[in-house]
Nanobody, 122 residues
Framework: VLLLESGGGLVQAGGSLRLSCTASGGTISNYGMGWFRQAPGKEREFVASITASGGNTYHADSLKGRFTLSRDNSKNTVYLQMNNLKPEDTAEYSC????????????????WGQGTQVTISS
């Protein structure tokens, strides 16, 4: 399975973006999925994760209320809706499969996309 992120770009603070993570070469319907982000000079950090069915989602506490993760297994795609974006949200965002969903760590992800850059201007 290959993962491809899309939807990143440059937006002004207060704006919105929807990132997509689409799988090819296999189905992700049986996988939990997660998003991480990494800003320049910083550690990669957890953003959100979702169970295989989409019935449960987990978001980083600092992002709750602004970021929402969802999935459409019929399209083999996971979506990260990001609203009220702030300059500190600037980072490269990557999706990955998740062997565990609650408290997801990078070590629990085997397959990663190449990432998509999100830049928020003030």
């Amino acid at each position: 399975v290959l993962l491809l992120e899309s939807g990143g770009g440059l937006v002004q603070a207060g704006g919105s973006l929807r990132l997509s993570c689409t799988a090819s070469g296999g189905t992700i319907s049986n996988y939990g999925m997660g998003w991480f982000r990494q800003a320049p000079g910083k550690e990669r950090e957890f953003v959100a994760s979702i169970t295989a069915s989409g019935g449960n989602t987990y978001h980083a506490d600092s992002l709750k209320g602004r970021f929402t993760l969802s999935r459409d297994n019929s399209k083999n795609t996971v979506y990260l809706q990001m609203n009220n974006l702030k300059p500190e949200d600037t980072a490269e965002y990557s999706c990955a499969d998740a062997t565990a969903v609650m408290g997801l760590l990078t070590q629990q992800c085997d397959i990663w996309g190449q990432g998509t850059q999100v830049t928020i201007s003030s």
